[in-house]
């Protein structure tokens, strides 16, 4: 049986012996298996010992694997940083680079680049993972590794975008969004760029694009919602009241939402 590594080492062959234990080829993932295994036994051999037997099994297992797989994940993840720094590809020739390509791609290291760039965003969101330049700066590294390996990759340019968002590189979110709407047409990437070009002061062309969202995907709340805040950011506060008061007629605002229309109404009552 083959198990596949979420690195760019060579798959690792695994031999199945007695009691179907796994034994790996690699002995640094042998040893990562063995950790766990311990970890797993000791933490039961504690409660028992301190008499919690009974309520091993309300333990949340799960969060427990989770914040182990983590930490693999960060070990493996600085190891590829360090082979990063030491090996650079584009110093070879071009034939054994374009090889070298084909080869990541038959293994579909684009799909383990772009998890693990994944599970970073999904631990800054669950602040698991410090909210800091760094670990966005990763993300765009893994999502750029995946897209050299497969330049189609719809997820990669996406989420390589929602990280230059949160670094407030703005203009170079909406390119990367550009690239994603031509690999899939996407009603919530180009409510995205319209966001992004409010937040760029771009006000008509903000304008502009939601008013294509609602021509073409009647998405009416969404796009008279980000109408709404153009014109709050502009101190059209009348136009801005008037977009929420339509916007709130077709669903219930977001607490955001009811927030800026809240001091839209306040800077109303001063004119």
């Not at 796994?22 to 051999?45: A, C, H, K, M, V």
């Not at 693999?72 to 374009?98: A, G, M, Q, T, Y």
Request: hydrophobic share 35%; with cysteine.
């Amino acid at each position: 049986m083959l198990m596949k590594k979420s690195e760019d080492w060579e798959d690792i062959e695994v031999k199945q012996r007695k009691a179907d234990r796994p034994f790996f080829e690699s002995n640094f993932i042998q040893q990562i298996y063995d950790g766990i295994d311990y970890l797993r036994d000791e933490s039961r051999e504690v409660l028992r010992e301190l008499d919690l037997e009974s309520r091993i099994d309300e333990l949340d297992l799960e969060e427990f694997a989770e914040n182990t797989m983590n930490q693999i994940d960060d070990i493996l993840d600085d190891i590829s940083r360090f082979k990063d720094s030491v090996f650079d590809k584009e110093d070879l020739p071009d034939d054994v680079r374009h090889h070298y390509r084909n080869t990541q791609e038959y293994f579909n290291r684009d799909a383990d680049y772009l998890r693990r760039a994944k599970r970073k965003m999904a631990r800054i969101n669950a602040k698991d993972l410090a909210d800091e330049p760094d670990n966005y700066e990763r993300i765009i590294e893994l999502c750029d590794k995946a897209i050299e390996i497969r330049p189609d990759s719809f997820d990669a340019y996406e989420l390589k975008a929602q990280a230059l968002v949160r670094l407030e590189r703005y203009s170079e979110a909406i390119d990367e969004y550009v690239h994603a709407l031509a690999m899939k047409d996407s009603v919530s990437i180009w409510l995205e760029i319209a966001n992004l070009n409010r937040l760029n002061g771009n006000f008509d062309d903000a304008l502009d694009l939601y008013d294509f969202v609602l021509d073409k995907y009647r998405r009416y709340a969404d796009a008279k919602k980000g109408k709404a805040r153009v014109y709050f950011d502009m101190g059209d506060y009348a136009e801005c009241d008037n977009m929420f008061k339509q916007a709130n007629n077709i669903e219930n605002l977001d607490e955001e939402s009811f927030k800026i229309w809240s001091e839209c109404l306040q800077q109303l009552q001063k004119d």
